[in-house]
């Protein structure tokens, strides 16, 4: 009966940064691989990264490869999504997955 919290997302024009954060309650974030998805509106969800349990291990998608990066603080059971060099076609609700639970999702809008 946990839930994860998404948070972070905004307005930022093309190039720019934001980081997302994504938080468990009521359950622990650390034995679980841990995904960053998101979907666009008229578009199917598409996995954007992966970390592994432990930290170590990340995959991530073609289009976001070189600009976002994937970590995690099992101490504040937390999972970020540090994204940079934005683009307009980055635009969509992201929300973070472990095996059970969802978040809410945060909206990235990226636009000039």
């Known amino acids: 009966q946990g839930k994860i919290v998404d948070s972070g997302g905004g307005l930022v024009q093309p190039g720019g940064s934001l980081k997302l954060s994504c938080t468990a309650f009521?359950?622990?974030?650390?034995?679980?691989?841990i995904g960053w998805y998101r979907q666009a509106p008229g578009k199917e969800r598409e996995l954007v990264a992966i970390?592994?349990?432990?930290?170590?291990?990340?995959i991530y998608a073609s289009s976001v490869k070189g600009r976002f990066t994937i970590s995690r603080d099992d101490a504040k059971n937390t999972v970020y999504l540090q994204m940079d060099s934005l683009k307009p076609e980055d635009t969509a609700l992201y929300f973070c997955?472990?095996?059970?639970?969802w978040g809410q999702g945060t909206q990235v809008t990226v636009s000039s």
């Open positions: 997955n472990q095996e059970e639970h």
């Open positions: 009521g359950f622990d974030f650390s034995p679980y691989n």
């Open positions: 970390i592994a349990r432990g930290g170590e291990r990340t």
